[in-house]
Nanobody, 110 residues
Framework: VQLQASGGGLVQAGGSLRLSCTAS?????MAWYRQAPGKKRELVAT???????NYADSVKGRFTISRDNAKNTMYLQMNSLKPEDTAVYFC????????WGQGTQVTVSS
């Protein structure tokens, strides 16, 4: 499975960004992770092909994960961004093993 992420960038605090991740094959569980400098990679949100979602407490109410199964594409709508959201964001497809896309940088300025 190959994953291609896009949509990162620089935004001011309070702004919004939308990340996209397109997979070469359909996978049931997809997820977004992020890794800030000097910190461990952390789970941001997951979504199943049926649309069930889970979020990290730190992003609940601000981020929305969604997917278009026909396009094998997952999205992460990020609103009310905070400087602490600054990180490299990775998309992942989770099957017997985890597949990872390249990261996309999100920088939130204060």
């Amino acid at each position: 499975v190959q994953l291609q992420a896009s949509g990162g960038g620089l935004v001011q605090a309070g702004g919004s960004l939308r990340l996209s991740c397109t997979a070469s094959h359909s996978i049931n569980v997809m997820a977004w992770y992020r890794q800030a400098p000097g910190k461990k990679r952390e789970l941001v949100a997951t979504i199943t092909a049926g649309g069930s979602t889970n979020y990290a407490d730190s992003v609940k109410g601000r981020f929305t994960i969604s997917r278009d199964n026909a396009k094998n594409t997952m999205y992460l709508q990020m609103n009310s961004l905070k400087p602490e959201d600054t990180a490299v964001y990775f998309c992942s497809a989770q099957a017997a093993i985890a597949y990872w896309g390249q990261g996309t940088q999100v920088t939130v300025s204060s």
